[in-house]
């Protein structure tokens, strides 16, 4: 987003496989205004409306239902699982 640090953490919900990259290749990939950077731009719009949805949530919902939604969400984020 052009800042060189940002004030947020990432924190692990749950396992599984990640790949890591060095800022600078991303900046240099981005800076190159190609698919890269549509990419990302249609991701920043995805996480800025999931956290307006999120913020009417907290404002209108009671606590019980706001863990409904976490727990639903968190489930969709999860791979298949055998419940029995």
């Keep these: 987003m052009g800042g060189k640090t940002t004030p947020s953490r ?3 919900q749950s396992a599984g496989q990640a790949d890591r990259l060095r800022g600078q290749l991303l900046k240099n ?3 190159r205004a190609g698919a890269m ?3 990302l731009l249609r991701y920043t719009q ?3 409306t999931q956290m307006a949805q999120t913020a009417v949530c ?3 919902h009671s606590v019980d239902q706001q863990l409904c ?5 968190s489930l969709d984020r999860l791979p298949e699982m055998s419940w029995s």
Excluded at 69 to 73: S, T, Y
């Design 69 to 73: 939604r976490w727990l639903l969400l």
């Design 46 to 48: 995805a996480l800025s």
């Design 29 to 31: 990939e981005v800076d």
């Design 37 to 39: 950077q549509r990419m």
């Design 58 to 60: 907290n404002r209108h």
């Design 10 to 12: 990432a924190v692990v």
